[in-house]
């Protein structure tokens, strides 16, 4: 599933990637930072992820953003002073943890939260499962193009076994 994603972005142009791990999305981060046709940037933090994608977006590439949902609340004065301001388009793919697929207990706020701001901000936001990443990628990135703003996938469970 891994490769395919990777395959997938790199057919799109997708090669200028940074992040925040979360334990969901390690093993894309790591297919990322493996495999020779990507750039992976990692970030201390998630405000930094929106640093790098914009500067990549304004240079004329395109960046896939990697983090938590509770790392984009955050972020949000960096987001919405530079990213929307700005409009960037990249694509940010967010673990949405807290949701029914979640067993950590302590997740549940996030997940509310983020569909709470999400919703305020009137942000484009796709949900996703990861077999469907290779086909919601692509159109997110086709989408945050034409809109003029980055874009949000969000996958609510860990990669399948």
Partial sequence: MIDQIL??????????????PDGWIVPLIKGLSDDDRFDYIAAAREEECFGIASGIAMSGKRALVLMQNSGF?????????????????FVCLIAHRGGINDSNSYDPNKYRS??????????????????????????????SEGAGEPAFVTISEGMPK
């Fill in 73 to 89: 609340l955050n972020s949000i004065g960096a987001f919405t002073t530079l990213c929307q301001k700005y409009q960037t388009p």
């Fill in 7 to 20: 395959d997938t972005l790199d057919e799109h142009n997708i090669h200028q990637t940074t992040g925040v």
């Fill in 114 to 143: 983020f569909e709470a701001t999400t919703g305020a901000m009137n942000l484009f936001v796709h949900p996703s499962s990861w077999e469907d990443l290779h086909v919601n990628i692509p159109k997110a990135m086709a989408r």
